[in-house]
Each structure stands twice: as structure tokens, then as C-alpha cells.
């Protein structure tokens, strides 16, 4: 089974004419239909938002495009918040969801009206020693730990991640919160990664709704929000069956109605914070096929490596590839297929079978569109990609420029042969 680009070999040499390869092609339709559906399927809802997690594609072209549609920013760092500034979004368009969180950057999103989210107990007096006084609203994060199943399938272990506060921390942090004059409460909680199911939203809304309503019984707070963060995944594997957002918004709905509304909590928002769900798959890593090695295996050198797409390498992660205007060729030989990288885990896939790849043809490398060129970093003095929108009329739009030599070099300005670098 195979999975079908959004650009044609056609289109990709028109591109290459003016933005020579690799570089990181974003699909616009696809883009405004996926963030079109996902606030249908929430739509029951009157205060749903989606915060956009700009960890995961860090453009402000991308974000502004979500933010046609009401989405917000979800921040895990300064320089995050200052991008969300520099596009407009502050005040309750940003969510602040860090860990190990220096103070000053608690007051940075406090300053921007942002809301902060409690990775942990002891941050309610880092905020109130960076910013006075703690916010009228504030969130903490839940980690229940343990195992977290769905039917009998183990999706993760909350008990092992570092994130968020215990059953006992997150009464306890609710608690001290009040007492300090928090007026609206949120509660987050972020339990799996790319879950390619329809039931993980579901569960972890009644868990979070069944916690939100005992914390209402129990200790009078104002629950405003629920954020069901990230997690849903994307089908990386041609044969995976993608997750239906409409399926997944209404078992959210059948929850919400089950446990918060006769509790009286019918007015509770519903937050989400996603990533890869929203760009993944309307992004492509395109590169050009520039060697190829007959050893031991069959290698095929193209012009991207890790510093492009970093998946592959550190996780073992699949990528779908397309050798574009091969699509109906057999895929009858096998491949190792390498950037040059001096690591040898910098490959794209490992005995891929694939149409026979012959020098200048362009590969396409799918579900690219997140932690993609995010991940990306510099090892072997490479350089990183230029980002390029694929527009709804067929034009294309460059968004980032390719880095050079120039920008590589510019942080060693403090050295006397800073000069003579750049000049060449």
C-alpha cells in the first residue's frame, strides 16, 4: 500500500527552479480543511479552542494560517512566547505548558496575559515570587502515573514521564491556589503520544472530568477549563487506519454530558493542544536523489540528512517515501536510503523497497509537517532547510529561507576571523 503526495514531480521541479532541494513543502488546502474539521468535530462545545503546539512547527506563516481559525499558542519556552507575541496571540490565546521552567520566563507569559500552566507544586511559588502575586487563572498538569491502557493495549506509562503533579499534589496545589486568591482553575493532563485510536481522547476526558468534578465537590474551585492536550496521532504507516476527529469529538461529548453536566459544570471549555495532528501530514520533506553506494547493500544518497528530518535517526521512526513520477512503477528494489551525515543511523528508511531510483530524481518523505524541521540542528556544519507553503491556488510561497554559511558562522562574531568566514 502506498500513500499519495500533495505535489506532483511536475510541481516539485518548479519549485526546485527557484528553491533548490531539500526543503520542508507544506500543503495549505490540507492544512485549512484538517483545523476546518477539528473545530466541527468540537463544535458542541461553546468554549472549545485549540492552542496550536508551536514545538512542533515553529512558523509563523503556519500559525497565522490556524489562527484564521481561532486557535491559539500553545508555549513551552520564552522564545515560543515571543513568536506568539510577535503574530498577535496573548493574552488567553497562550497556554503555557513548560517543565523545568526558568522563573523570569513564568513572568515573561504572566506579562503577556498568556496562561500559565503548573508543571509541578513547587512552581506556584516560583510564579508568585516571578510575577508578585499569582494570576487570576492559573492550570496544573495531572500525571495519575501507573500504566495507561485502552481495552487491553498498554498506550504509555504516565508513571515513568517527568511531567505534571500526583492525585495528592494536584488537590493539595488546587487547594494553596484558592487560599492565594486564584479565581478560574484549568486542568491539563497529557498522558500519550501519537495515539492512533479513537478512544484515547474519550478516556482521558472522563478521567479529567471525573478529577474536576471532585475537585469542585470537594474544594469549591472554579474549573473554567479542561485541556485535553495533545496525543492524537497520525497514521505514519500506509496501512495504518487514520483517527476520525468526528468519532473522537463526540465520545468527548458523551463523556462531558455523562459526568460534568450533572454535576452542574456544563459551562467547563474544552482545550486542546495539538501538534502533529494539525501539520503532520500536510508537510513534506523533499530532496533529490544526488549518489548512490553497491556494497554490502543497495545505498541511495540524497541531498537531505538528519538535520532535516531527525525521526527517522533517533527513533527508528517510518516515513512513508515516494519517488516522485514513479508512483505506478513496481517497488522491486531495495534500498538503505542516507543523508551524509558522519552517523550511521542517518537514514530515511532501511531495506525500503521502492521503484528503481536513478540520480536527480526527487523523493518525496511524508508526514514531515511536524517535529520536522523543528528537530532539525547542525551537526557536520549543515545547514538547515528553507520552508516552502504550497498554496490552495497552485502558486508557492517561500517562509524560510535556507540558512548559509553566513548564519552558521554569525554566533562566533566575538572572534577575530569572524570577517574573513562570512566574506566567503
Known amino acids: 500500500m502506498a500513500k499519495t503526495p500533495f505535489v506532483t514531480k511536475e510541481k516539485v521541479e518548479e519549485i526546485a527552479a527557484s528553491y533548490p532541494t531539500p526543503f520542508h513543502l507544506y500543503d495549505e488546502r490540507g492544512i485549512r480543511e484538517n483545523v476546518s474539521n477539528l473545530k466541527k468535530a468540537f463544535s458542541w462545545n461553546k468554549g472549545y479552542k485549540e492552542y496550536f503546539a508551536v514545538k512542533a512547527t515553529p512558523n509563523p506563516f503556519l500559525i497565522n494560517i490556524l489562527r484564521e481559525y481561532g486557535c491559539g499558542c500553545d508555549c513551552s519556552s520564552k522564545t515560543e512566547l515571543m513568536m506568539s507575541k510577535t503574530i498577535g496571540a496573548t493574552g488567553d490565546d497562550i497556554m503555557f505548558s513548560s517543565n523545568d521552567t526558568p522563573i523570569e520566563e513564568f513572568k515573561y507569559c504572566n506579562d503577556l496575559g498568556g496562561i500559565i500552566n503548573l508543571d509541578d507544586i513547587t512552581h506556584i511559588e516560583a510564579v508568585e515570587k516571578a510575577c508578585g502575586k499569582l494570576p487570576k487563572k492559573m492550570s496544573c498538569r495531572y500525571n495519575p502515573g501507573g500504566i495507561f491502557k485502552i481495552s487491553n493495549d498498554i498506550m504509555d506509562n504516565p508513571g515513568d514521564a517527568k511531567y505534571g503533579m500526583t492525585t495528592e499534589q494536584i488537590y493539595e496545589a488546587f487547594r494553596i491556589l484558592k487560599e492565594k486568591g486564584v479565581e478560574e482553575f484549568g486542568i491539563h493532563s497529557f498522558l500519550c503520544s501519537n495515539t492512533v485510536t479513537n478512544e484515547y481522547y474519550p478516556m482521558l476526558a472522563k478521567l479529567l472530568f471525573e478529577l474536576a468534578a471532585d475537585l469542585k465537590a470537594k474544594l469549591g474551585v472554579h474549573i473554567t477549563f479542561i485541556n485535553l492536550s495533545g496525543g492524537i496521532g ?30 452542574g459544570m456544563d459551562d467547563v471549555a474544552i482545550y486542546t493542544e495539538l501538534g502533529r495532528y494539525m501539520l503532520g501530514p500536510y508537510g513534506g520533506l523533499v530532496t533529490k536523489a544526488i549518489n548512490e553506494k553497491h556494497t554490502h547493500k543497495e545505498y541511495i544518497g540524497v541531498d537531505a540528512c538528519a538535520v532535516n528530518l531527525m525521526r527517522p535517526a533517533i527513533y527508528g521512526a517510518y516515513h512513508h517515501i515516494t519517488v516522485l513520477g514513479k508512483e505506478n512503477e513496481p517497488s522491486d528494489n531495495k534500498y538503505d536510503v542516507t543523508g551524509s551525515l558522519c552517523e550511521n543511523c542517518d537514514k530515511f528508511a532501511i531495506d525500503r523497497m521502492l521503484p528503481k531510483i536513478e540520480m536527480g530524481d526527487y523523493l518525496f518523505i511524508h508526514d514531515a509537517g511536524a517535529h520536522g524541521f523543528s528537530m532539525g540542528y547542525n551537526y557536520n556544519g549543515k545547514l538547515k532547510s528553507a520552508e516552502i507553503l504550497l498554496k490552495e491556488d497552485g502558486s508557492f510561497r517561500l517562509i524560510r529561507r535556507a540558512e548559509t554559511p553566513k548564519d552558521y558562522f554569525s554566533t562566533f562574531d566575538c572572534f577575530d576571523f569572524y570577517n574573513d568566514l562570512i566574506s566567503e
Open 234 to 263: 497520525i497514521p505514519y504507516l500506509p496501512d495504518q487506519e487514520p483517527n476520525d476527529i468526528f468519532v473522537i469529538g463526540e465520545g468527548v461529548r458523551k463523556a462531558y454530558e455523562e459526568v460534568l453536566t450533572p454535576a
